[in-house]
T-cell receptor, first 117, second 109 residues
Framework: GAVVSQHPSRVICKSGTSVKIECRSLDFQATTMFWYRQFPKQSLMLMAT?????????EQGVEKDKFLINHASLTLSTLTVTSAHPEDSSFYICSASSLQSSYNEQFFGPGTRLTVL | GQNIDQPTEMTATEGAIVQINCTYQTSGFNGLFWYQQHAGEAPTFLSYNVLDGLEEKGRFSSFLSRSKGYSYLLLKELQMKDSASYLC??????????WGAGTKLIIKP
């Protein structure tokens, strides 16, 4: 149980285009979803936290107009990187948690590697 | 501010034992996680401690001392596949997950 999927797993795009990444909880209802970014040899950096049906809470320094997050249902959240630039190239990971989780544990998706040319 | 400290990198020998330490200073404490992350992959859950003491799970054990703000992850009978980064994360009083920078563990034959 507690499986989280992400799509696509890898994407290469041209500078200036927008990229949408989907995060789905497959076998549980995710009351909260988290979006992280990880640069090579660095730890996870939380970008934003989203609760179903409400606006995402962005961490300091993360541009909400550039990284659009939608959490439309209890099983789906999307991250759209708008007008992507080479510096946005990174490993994007989503995670999901449920009120039913005894540990308040986050279950991670497999990640999406974004390369902006 | 909130801070979690772990060694950046450690090296150990296949078959040996290694202990990865984590110290934290956070606003409140509601539990501590250890995650394993292989290069290019997402983190996977290893352990959760909320009470003082040792939690053993197969080759991996995790220890917590809340009074000292200290935890360690103990890996026994090391295998080559244990080469990965190990992330310590603490849930603070606002139930936010605070991440350490991770410890890269290199296993040598």
């Amino acid at each position: 149980g507690a499986v989280v999927s992400q799509h696509p797993s890898r994407v290469i795009c041209k500078s200036g285009t927008s990229v949408k990444i989907e995060c789905r909880s497959l076998d549980f209802q995710a009351t909260t979803m988290f979006w992280y970014r990880q640069f090579p040899k660095q730890s996870l950096m939380l970008m934003a936290t989203s609760n179903e049906g409400s606006k995402a809470t962005y961490e300091q320094g993360v541009e909400k107009d550039k990284f659009l997050i939608n959490h439309a249902s209890l099983t789906l959240s999307t991250l759209t990187v708008t007008s992507a630039h080479p510096e946005d190239s990174s490993f994007y990971i989503c995670s999901a948690s449920s009120l039913q989780s005894s540990y308040n544990e986050q279950f991670f998706g497999p990640g999406t590697r974004l390369t902006v040319l | 501010g909130q801070n979690i400290d772990q060694p950046t990198e450690m090296t150990a020998t296949e078959g040996a034992i290694v202990q990865i330490n984590c110290t934290y200073q956070t606003s409140g404490f509601n539990g501590l996680f250890w995650y394993q992350q292989h290069a290019g992959e997402a983190p996977t859950f290893l352990s959760y401690n909320v009470l003082d003491g040792l939690e053993e799970k197969g080759r991996f054990s995790s220890f917590l001392s809340r009074s000292k703000g200290y935890s360690y992850l103990l890996l026994k009978e090391l295998q080559m596949k244990d080469s990965a980064s190990y992330l310590c994360a603490v849930i603070d009083s606002n139930y936010q997950l605070i991440w350490g920078a991770g410890t890269k563990l290199i296993i040598k034959p």
